[in-house]
């Protein structure tokens, strides 16, 4: 090992990242599950997703389940991103700086964050599909939302 990878200043800065992300983990699983809960934070968050295409949609139970299964994708995706970099800052605050397995958590952070970008627009679209698919035939709607956040 290197004098790095022995660094009690890299063990510390890691140790506290487990628990960041570890905490960041647990309080995104839990907001998620309360955004469909509440009323409010669901059209907040379709306001966020869609913009004014999400202002007037009408929240029935079957419109949330599928808004929930729409969105249970991109935050699979995340969760999955923060579970490497936790395991990544985990070898970090063992000592383990430059392995395989340190890599392969890296690249699969990597691949997240990538699929994310790719993600976003899908899932605004396939969010409106999801709350406008049982309107009546000529007042469904698609659209293509992109942000600066996607």
């Known amino acids: 090992m290197t004098a ?9 800065f890691s140790n506290a990242m487990v628990i960041v992300t570890s905490v960041g983990m647990a309080l995104i699983a839990v907001a998620m599950c309360l955004v469909f809960v509440i009323p409010e934070w669901t ?20 419109r949330v389940a599928a808004g929930a299964a ?4 991109p935050v699979a ?14 070898d970090f605050a063992g000592g383990r700086v430059f392995t395989l397995a340190t ?4 690249r ?20 409106l599909l999801a709350f406008t698919f049982d309107n009546p035939p000529g007042s469904r709607q698609l659209g ?3 942000s600066t956040n996607d």
């Open 4 to 12: 790095f990878a022995n660094s009690d200043r890299l063990r510390r």
């Open 43 to 62: 059209h907040n968050l379709l306001l966020a997703r869609l913009g004014e295409a999400g202002r007037n949609l009408v929240l029935t139970p079957g």
């Open 70 to 73: 729409v969105m249970a994708i």
């Open 77 to 90: 995706v995340l969760l999955f991103g923060l579970w490497q970099a936790r395991a990544l800052f985990a």
């Open 103 to 106: 890599t392969r958590r890296l």
């Open 108 to 127: 699969n952070f990597a691949a997240c964050v990538l699929a994310q970008a790719a993600l976003g627009p899908i899932s605004s679209t396939a969010l």
């Open 144 to 146: 293509i939302a992109l």
